[in-house]
């Protein structure tokens, strides 16, 4: 029997990259995935071939009333035990080339979707009898990141309100952590150039980028009852990246 039997997480930005490694993982132990994205090709894609336990829904993280249907539909597959809050945008500029807007835009897309997510999941997880939330920062929430202000406030932002919602969920059954990644080989690492990647990459103390695949088994372990003394708790994975 796999850890996720019975149990349905909800992924949010789950059409590809981490999101779409992590559903493939939680179908395999047995569990259902709700995917939520804005690319519908990729998300539809994807629940199809994931079958039955798996369905997409296009959702922009950053509607409130979406997130409402998100959760409804997730508790039609079964008993809703997981959030991952991984949808994100990243737009690297200085911070004499960041202009309100791009930075609004951060904010609303990596910090307030990851807010009202954590929101709209806990009478669904106080249904379910318990429920853990994944909150998907980066090395940018634990140190300053070069170039990414806007990206490193809503990273830092999230850091923090792992810990908060962590102490206000406790007495609810529901835990929430956050992960970091380093430099994670995904979509959303094209926008810097080869030659900036490879400069990135030469700073990570193990000398490589991470796998989207290494990511979700972190995840994976966070949603489970594996990590069920577990809260607050900021996890690093960034082959050393952080130090
Ligand atoms: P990714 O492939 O770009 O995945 C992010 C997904 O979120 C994309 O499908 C993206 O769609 C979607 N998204 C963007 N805005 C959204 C919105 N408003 N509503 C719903 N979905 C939206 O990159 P990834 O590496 O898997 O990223 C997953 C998470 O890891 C992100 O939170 C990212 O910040 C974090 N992270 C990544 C790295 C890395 O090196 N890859 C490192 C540290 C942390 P669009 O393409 O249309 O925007």
């Excluded at 007495?171 to 690492?189: K, Y």
């Excluded at 991470?210 to 900021?234: C, H, I, N, P, Q």
Aim: proline share 4%; aromatic share 4%.
């Amino acid at each position: 029997m796999g850890r996720f039997q019975g149990s349905t997480v909800l992924i949010s930005g789950g059409a590809r990259g981490q999101g779409a490694v992590e559903a493939r993982l939680i179908v395999a132990e047995g569990g259902c995935v709700l995917l939520t994205d804005i690319l519908d090709a990729e998300g539809e894609a994807l629940a199809a071939e994931l079958g039955p336990a798996a369905r997409f829904l296009h959702h922009d993280v950053t509607e409130e009333a979406g997130w409402a249907r998100a959760v409804s539909a997730a508790e039609a597959l079964g008993p809703l035990r997981g959030l991952v809050n991984n949808a994100g945008i990243y737009i690297p500029k200085t911070l004499m080339e960041t202009d309100a807007a791009l930075f609004e835009r951060h904010t609303r897309i990596n910090q307030l979707g990851c807010f009202l997510g954590m929101q709209a999941v806990v009478p669904a997880m106080e249904r379910a009898g318990h429920g853990s939330i994944v909150n998907i920062s980066s090395t940018a929430g634990l140190r300053g990141s070069p170039g990414a202000i806007a990206y490193s406030a809503t990273k830092w932002a999230l850091r923090g309100m792992t810990k908060a919602a962590a102490i206000d969920l406790a007495p609810r059954g529901i835990r929430v952590n956050s992960v970091h990644p380093g430099p994670i080989d995904t979509e959303m690492l094209k926008i810097r150039t080869p030659e900036e990647n490879a400069v990135r990459t030469r700073l990570v103390p193990m000398q490589r980028n991470g796998t989207a695949e290494e990511v979700a088994k972190l995840v994976l372990f966070l949603l489970s009852e594996d990590s069920s003394y577990m809260t607050g708790a900021e996890l690093a994975i960034d082959g050393g990246a952080s130090l």
